[in-house]
């Protein structure tokens, strides 16, 4: 394979590989009888002239600090991200005719980072661009090097919210290094999208949030070139957004912008008849500009190799575990300056605002944007930093399918999600997280970590700091009594047992809030003579099904587990999911969570009246025995 | 209580109520130690001119269907709505004094629909003005009434997408019957907005997304009557934003336009100091402007009384599941107009568009827009519309928070999901559904189907459109054997007991794709000698727990779950609930589901690697016999 690097590849050798881009497309989808061979050619212009002629990227070292960042938002148009691979030279032909969207293989239907030149997955519209914001943050603020983040966005999703957040966003940090290509090839799934082709339209709504606007043919190589040329150098902070007019199914007349060809790949005939249109089958393999080495001002820090200096809470103080959260947050930050936190506007109620103070440098304020909030910290993720994104817990439920494609992307999350439960009190339903355990439960990978005091949520919150993929810190609003001394050890995974003995009857399991009233509860069932064990799930996914089975072993079966939110998916489930997996199991169980919707009131109210106080749990335990 | 009602309540009288709503916003926060007086108050001069002079309403009527919609977009501002109340003679002083905030008081921290006058609740921020999207739409193109949707927001929320999304649809629907009124007081909660008053900026961007926009100085009530009566006219089919610059703590200069009191109510003596400034308590009772009656071309319309006529599917033939959603939804629109069908731009794949060719004027578009597309069907479940809204099951996480607060305004929403599980195949995880079921069942009074085949599902649309709550189908992409004839009934909480003896040794259970398994994996038992019970869960929650326990007491205990989603908050999570939850019991659990991340295959290479085939389905139930 002989492979053309230059910085200067002429025009017409970058339409010979758009069309060789196209046929490839073609080729590919083809084959594998499934893909959008119509939504890839209507960028292959696009796409030819960015990756010879500005997209800065060493494709030996994939992840060279100083590369540019490409990413598809409009993940569909696998097609031509693979062909371009083929065409810089790191994918074969064979791989492409043979691979694509097969069993077992890396060429998935959508990207993902299985392949090292995927920095996020996409395939749920709209994330992309919201993804390289938080990739551009890291750029323009943290890494402090000129690479670019090039995003191509598809006409159709710019109708998600989530694209408004981005371009919000990068306006605000003035993140100039941040360009997104629309292809407006004007016709989505279904049918013609909403503006079709009026791009002024959408160049008044990228304009009115913040970004420089290129309009530009999509079909025209000097076009672009000016285009891009113009988009990737500096300007007065504004993200640039290149409104490419383009043709979905562009060079083969057959389908030209034709509706009904979407997400269809051409039968052989039409195969063989489109190629033959194209030229061809072609096989460039040409490089475009590698980046500049490393910027002598390389903010890339690795930690000083200190352990941090956890906060010391006395026993029985009571402190909010929201707050231990930020007090552990701002030691973390001393010993390791990868460590950031983000939030959504609500930093002095998740306590991220002691980080904000603390490391003002190292806080990125994303308003109320949770989609946003979560897309950013995924892409600082991307460059390396470990981004506590917070906000109250219920709200992460609007990040959901964020958090859901974080999983696939394999970075690493560290969400916290403060107020949760029926405990918060006053505020009602619609700040109360109810079914957050069940969500992040239920994502691939995922760490679930619920503390009941403050010294094991900042050893938790350590924790987190070095827990690959998905991982979730669930923060109470109310304070409640230390439980634990000063460097007890709280493995995620691990439990804690707070009360046991050799003739307990009932064991007791409880997380967070529902902790203490499970202390209270075996109190005033030892008072009856009923010795209860009880069982400190900090750890909900995974969790400790040694402890628990033991447990369960030495009690008959009986278990009473009590928590802060909706019955289903979440802390019982999780205890009887491992109860049950260890084998043949006989249990009496007696479930207590919110089973009805919440008002007002105040949180020992509202804990009361969803049968999780001291009593409820007392007198469940008792009906066990009964039974 | 004497109530002045006319539609000429003078600017002087306007002026104040104006006071009387800070000062029972200022009452109502401190009496209940808790609320948010400081952004009631820097909107009360904007609802003390719309309550008087263009709000029609007829307040001892409030579901009369000529009314205007008020939605508090801008939940937290409580203390003015229920102010509000007080003004128009509909709730007490007493009330506000000593219910506001209170356990087992209706007059939550943030309005709910347990309040008459409430449409929707809010207090996640960003979806009032999508929930009035579909009221107005209902408004324009159902009901056809000239009845107004005015919606209170915030400034803070315009940097969630969602409010994009909803402007956009609002355009595109040419609903001039929408205003959304926007309280630019320029403090969030921990610090400045992001455009703090620069209402320029925000001009730019309403324009620009559609909508009129009217600027006005939120404290001059003579320039608010001037806007609100021009945004009241019809124009030429835009929605309409007043963006009023305001100031926080408006009326009360110790906290006006100061930051750190947010959320915050003041103390006795501040409070006292507040109602000083304002003039002291009032009681006036003002009603402005009444609707017009019901116009003569009334669309709203009841249903004829014929039952639907479900399509007929043969027995083994192959259907896929989506496929007769969209067959029985127009089967169910035939015999109601008031079903309606809304999709986010994939309607040729989840088969609403049957629907859409069916009924073209009762289907929405509402693009890729997730959350609108829930929010919109929000607003047309409080208008009495029986809409269905569909997507990939996977992009229904993108909505998430829009069903958590559907739960909490206690809407009917029905939605549907196709593209379940890895069953999906080539076009990998992105667009799998994995954490589908998980989600939708930790919805407070949600109902969860998933059934395998297409008679199942027919019945099964059915019963959602009088299905109230939420309620959720999850279809499936390939087509598989019909199993059940015309005229079985499938009712919600059911279950299909479909081979069974009074040998069975094992007990298998399956919903959706997996059930087709679990009936070939039964005659591979069969082969070997072992007779196993197989359960078609076609309905998730309510789940049929009488069956399930009385098939597990039968087969000593022994049971497989098979399901196409992640392991976590299931099907098998429904399952061991409602054993669990039928007393002390005794299992022996084989829980099969998708424990890897899925990249790209065919259908059955997908379902084969995860374990959730016929062969895996029969090992499992042989190694729970072997134990």
């Known amino acids: 394979m002989t492979i053309t690097q230059t910085s200067q590849i002429d025009l017409d050798t970058v339409a010979e590989l758009a069309a060789q881009l196209r046929v490839d497309s073609i080729r590919s989808s083809t084959s594998a009888g499934s893909g959008h061979p119509t939504s890839s050619m209507s960028a292959a212009d696009l796409l030819a002239v960015l990756v010879t002629r500005h997209l800065r990227f060493d494709w030996d070292a994939p992840t060279a600090p100083g590369n540019d960042h490409l990413i598809f938002s409009k993940g569909h148009a696998s097609p031509l991200l693979y062909s371009v691979y083929k065409a810089v030279?790191?994918?074969?032909?064979?791989?492409?005719?043979?691979?694509?969207?097969?069993?077992?293989?890396?060429?998935?239907g959508h990207p993902t980072p299985v392949l090292p030149w995927v920095d996020v997955a996409t395939g749920s519209l709209g994330q992309g661009l919201p993804d390289g914001v938080g990739i551009a943050l890291a750029g323009k603020y943290l890494d402090r090097q000129p690479y670019r983040t090039w995003v191509l966005c598809g006409d159709s999703e710019l109708a998600e919210g989530s694209i408004w957040e981005a371009l919000d966003k990068a306006a605000h940090y003035e993140l100039s290094n941040l360009i997104a290509i629309v292809d407006v090839n004007r016709l989505g799934q279904s049918g013609p999208t909403e503006l079709g082709w009026d791009l002024d339209a959408y160049a008044r709504r990228a304009e009115a949030f913040g970004a420089r606007v290129l309009v530009v043919d999509g079909h025209d190589l000097s076009a672009i070139d000016d285009a891009l040329g113009t988009a990737a150098e500096p300007n007065d902070g504004r993200p640039t957004v290149v409104l490419a007019k383009?043709?979905?199914?562009?060079?083969?007349?057959?389908?030209?912008?034709?509706?009904?060809?979407?997400?269809?790949?051409?039968?052989?005939?039409?195969?063989?008849?489109?190629?033959?249109?194209?030229?061809?089958?072609?096989?460039?393999?040409?490089?475009?500009?590698?980046?500049?080495?490393?910027s002598a001002d390389d903010a890339t820090t690795e930690p000083a190799g200190v352990a941090a200096t956890l906060p010391h809470y006395a026993l029985s103080d009571e402190v909010a575990t929201r707050k231990a959260y930020g007090d552990a947050l701002v030691a973390l930050g001393a010993a390791d300056p990868r460590i950031l936190a983000l939030d959504g506007e609500v930093s002095n109620s998740t306590y991220s605002n002691a980080f904000a103070h603390a490391y003002p440098d190292r806080y990125f304020e994303m308003f109320i944007a949770e989609q946003q909030l979560v897309a950013a910290a995924t892409g600082l993720s991307v460059r390396g930093y470990r981004a506590f994104a917070s906000t109250f817990a219920a709200f992460l439920t609007r990040a959901h399918d964020f958090i859901r494609m974080g999983a696939i992307s394999g970075v690493d999350l560290r969400l916290v999600g403060s107020h949760a439960g029926v405990e918060i009190g006053a505020d009602g339903p619609s700040q109360m997280a109810l079914e957050d355990l069940a969500m992040m439960r239920a994502v691939h990978g995922s760490t679930v970590l619920y503390p009941s005091d403050a010294t094991s949520t900042a050893a938790l919150v350590e924790a987190m700091a070095s827990t690959a993929g998905i991982s979730y810190l669930r923060t109470t609003r109310g304070a409640y009594p230390v439980l634990y001394e000063d460097g007890e050890a709280f493995p995620v995974g691990g439990s804690k047992l707070l009360r046991s003995s050799d003739h307990d009857q009932v064991t007791l399991v409880g997380a967070g809030v529902t902790l203490h009233a499970c202390l209270r509860a075996a109190e005033i069932l030892a008072d009856g003579g009923v010795a209860a064990r009880v069982i400190d799930c900090y750890s909900v996914k995974p969790i400790d099904a040694d402890t628990l089975i033991a447990a369960v072993g030495a009690t008959s079966g009986r278990i009473v587990v009590?928590?802060?939110?909706?019955?289903?998916?979440?802390?019982?489930?999780?205890?009887?999911?491992?109860?049950?997996?260890?084998?043949?199991?006989?249990?009496?169980?007696?479930?207590?969570?919110?089973?009805?919707?919440?008002?007002?009131?105040?949180?020992?109210?509202?804990?009361?009246?969803?049968?999780?106080?001291?009593?409820?749990?007392?007198?469940?335990?008792?009906e066990l025995l009964d039974r």
Not at 258 to 281: C, N, S, T
Request: net charge negative; proline share 8%; glycine share 14%.
């Open 246 to 294: 383009t043709v979905k199914g562009s060079g083969f007349s057959e389908v030209e912008d034709k509706p009904d060809w979407h997400g269809k790949p051409f039968p052989d005939d039409m195969a063989d008849r489109a190629i033959a249109e194209l030229g061809g089958i072609r096989d460039l393999v040409l490089r475009g500009p590698r980046p500049e080495p490393a």
């Open 89 to 108: 030279g790191v994918v074969s032909d064979d791989e492409l005719m043979n691979g694509y969207r097969r069993f077992g293989q890396r060429l998935e």
């Open 562 to 622: 009590a928590e802060d939110h909706h019955p289903e998916g979440g802390l019982a489930s999780a205890v009887t999911d491992a109860l049950l997996a260890g084998g043949p199991t006989s249990l009496s169980l007696a479930h207590l969570a919110v089973r009805d919707m919440p008002g007002s009131g105040s949180g020992p109210e509202l804990l009361a009246w969803a049968g999780l106080d001291a009593d409820h749990i007392a007198a469940a335990a008792r």
